[in-house]
């Protein structure tokens, strides 16, 4: 687990390995199930009103596996619907954002692509994507806007709200907890039922911490990321940007909550990721009952299936109130590129690809890696039947949040964050003063849209 990541594209990148939001679905075959999911969701009527099939070109990173689901999932596109013939591109994980900024430069880019947070906050400053809005809520479209959290769309809108990028499949981040190490502590109640009741607060959380380590075992493990630090900072009640500024240096909700985080790694109740004993990983530690809980997505629930005795669920984070709290969703976009010669066909294969029933076709089957952004395809995490309560990730991802637009549209940003407090977990220090100085760089990166 590296120490920081600046954006949800560089997760998602670096992470086809273990922070994928589509790892390995690649390698489920296809049934006749899956096969007459995508056949459902086209027909052979042409939209488009052409007289002839329009080319449209496609693409999106990921390793062997998950290209050939796409492949597949290009294949059938095809088989069932007339009006665009979809032509697939799959590239590798490393240099993706790269490639693809490159290829818009030189005016060879797909029609559709996938988009982490930062290219795609770069390529909506730099106004080189379609509009999306008046397509998705269109005759054409299969992905309507209000069947989404609006909040998911915040990366890929500009200042005037208009959209420009729709989120595929997503990963909220909560809390899974390891039952049996609880209990071997003398805690029998199961923190999804504090939950479920509204009880699942961070009064309560502390003495679960507090037992677990008297019985010589650590409670927790964070990392410094967005996608494990906001969490904390916002089921405690606080703040990191709010109406385009930085604030959580304001905001003393958002300082409490990383105080306390430093608090318990001083008192060797948390480990911090970063400095985890060589090779020793979190999601290791915590499948061998070595850990109560750990923040993380669901890309994890086929290494956590494998562990034998370990009796896991999940909750979301506990928060200041005891209710459910917003957590952050990490998601990848899919754009249309404002270039390409037909716009109208590569929404074509954009709301096929994002639709319900897109969804569920490169979901099913694999039981794990991530949740469909739509409303409706709940199933897809649910037919699993693991954990006990998955609908806990479809109802975070309801009232989620996902990257923020500042840290998507200035490149660097979060390494302002994230530096500065990776230095405040391992050495501690003044953290009002660290606060401040972080506080007046990020807003003055802000302004000049540059680190």
Known sequence: MTQQRESISRIASAALSRRSLLRGTAAVGLSGAAAAVLAACSNDNNPLGDAETVEATWSLWGDT???????????????????????????????????????????????????????????????????????????????????????LFAPGTDAEGKIF?????????????????????????????????????LEYFQTLVDKVHAGKKRAFV????????????????????????????????????????????????????????????????????????????????PVYRQAKTLKTDVVGLPSADGKPAPTIVLASWMVVNKSAKNVEAAFRILTEY????????????????????????????????????????????????????????????SSLIFKPLDKYFTEGGDLPGIMAEMGQKVNDAVKRGSV
């Open 65 to 151: 596996a998950l290209l050939k689901r796409h492949e597949e999932f290009n294949d059938k596109l095809n088989a069932d619907q007339k009006a665009v013939r979809a032509r697939f591109i799959g590239l590798p994980t490393d240099g993706y954002a790269k490639k693809i900024t490159a290829e818009i430069t030189a005016g060879n880019a797909p029609d559709v692509f996938l988009a982490g947070d930062t290219l795609l906050g770069q390529l909506v400053a730099s106004k080189q994507l379609a509009e999306l809005g008046p397509l998705l809520d269109g005759p054409l479209s299969k992905s309507k806007t209000d069947a989404f959290n609006r909040s």
């Open 165 to 201: 990028g729709v989120p595929a499949a997503c990963n909220p981040m909560l809390m899974w907890f390891n039952q049996g190490v609880l209990e071997s502590v003398g805690v029998t109640e199961s923190p999804a039922d504090r939950y479920a009741a509204g009880t699942w607060s």
């Open 222 to 301: 964070f990392s410094n990321w967005n996608g494990e630090l906001y969490p904390w900072i916002t089921a405690a009640g606080g703040k990191i940007f709010d109406g385009g500024r930085f604030v959580a240096h304001e905001d003393q909700k958002t300082v409490g909550a990383i105080k306390w985080l430093r608090d318990q790694l001083a008192a060797e109740k948390a480990w911090y990721a970063s400095a985890l004993p060589q090779g020793q990983g979190a999601d290791a530690m915590f499948a061998g009952d070595q850990l109560a809980f750990t923040v993380t997505g669901r890309w994890v629930v």
């Open 354 to 413: 994002v639709s319900r029933e897109g969804q569920e076709f490169i979901l099913q089957g694999e039981g794990g890696a991530a949740i469909p952004s739509i409303n409706g395809a709940d199933q897809a995490v649910l037919g699993a039947n693991y954990p006990a309560h998955a609908q806990t990730f479809i109802d975070l991802r309801d009232i989620g949040y996902t990257s923020t637009t500042e840290e998507a549209r200035v490149p660097g940003l």
